[in-house]
């Protein structure tokens, strides 16, 4: 059991190396002129561990995404069943919040980096609308016989999240006095 727990934590040490290497090189030199041989020479690693974690590289400039769709998804799968979707939402997009405000140069630096890029389809990196249906079914599972597709839990997730790319938006921009509260008075005004 160790040598699994140990093997494990080394995979994720280095897959955590890899995407700081990708993501040094693509802040210094732009996306379109770093190749995974370059991420792999910085990482110290072999190409075939790379693409262990990673089809191309272009999944290593969404690795946020992932992450941010981690936070959110493992929330909602802890949250007590007799918590309201609405306030689970809520704690879901303030936890995602606290992961960009303590990442917001980086998050900021990537977002630059993916717009400068002619080869990148990722425009923003945030929790993205095509986990939407997922994050609904989540919440309905928290209630014994609830219908995952009811318009009313849908739309409470799509307000979510919404409202947080809103907020997204402005704290990536920067000059927030208080970047969580500023959360909370979009998600006040959105209703969640």
Known sequence: MEITGLRDRKREQNRIATVRAAWELFIERGYDHVTVGDICAKADIAPRTF??????????????????????????????????????????????????????????ALRTVAQQSAHLKVSQVVVRTDSDPNIA????????????????RRLVVGCATAAFRVWYEDCLRGGLPDPMAHLEAILDAAGT
């Open 51 to 108: 693409h262990r974690y990673f089809a191309g590289k272009e999944d290593v400039v969404a690795e946020p995404v992932r992450q941010m769709t981690a936070i959110t998804t493992d929330y909602i799968a802890a949250a007590p069943a007799g918590d309201d979707d609405r306030a689970v939402m809520r704690e879901a997009m303030t936890r995602v919040a606290r992961f960009v405000v303590e990442r917001r140069e980086l998050l900021t």
């Open 137 to 152: 079914a989540l919440l309905a599972a928290r209630h014994p016989g609830a219908d995952p597709d009811d318009w009313r």
